[in-house]
């Protein structure tokens, strides 16, 4: 089955929705958006979970594309993905404004 334009827009919105589906995922996008990065440690300090759940939403978020790490061993330094935040941004604005006609199965949205 080849994809239409409307399941390929619709399947990277539903990777940004999953990227956004948990509060501590939510809060490291806040707390990176509002400084230019920040290294994985600090995250740790911040964060009242242990590093290895750190760890799994720092990833669920990284193979989103909505963050970037950059390695300076021992350290990994956490910026967000301007390109990839304003691509999710406007799909979401996208999405939500699009009229509110029912989807059928199949033929994606209006």
């Keep these: 089955m080849q994809e239409t334009p409307e ?3 619709n399947t990277t919105l539903a990777r940004y929705a999953k990227a956004l589906s948990h ?4 809060y490291i996008l806040e707390l990176l958006n509002s400084q230019s990065c920040c290294y ?10 242990a590093r290895s759940t750190l760890s799994q939403h720092l990833k669920e978020l990284k193979e989103a594309g909505l963050i970037q ?7 990994i330094k956490y910026c967000i993905n301007r390109a ?8 979401l604005l ?17």
Aim: proline share 12%; glycine share 6%; net charge negative.
């Design 23 to 26: 509060p501590v995922r939510l």
């Design 40 to 49: 994985s440690g600090d995250l740790a300090e911040v964060l009242p979970i």
């Design 94 to 110: 996208q999405f939500l404004a699009s009229d509110s006609s029912p989807i059928t199965p199949f033929q994606g949205r209006k």
């Design 69 to 75: 790490g950059e390695i300076n061993p021992p350290k």
């Design 7 to 9: 399941i390929i827009l």
């Design 84 to 91: 990839a935040w304003n691509e999710m941004r406007d799909e």
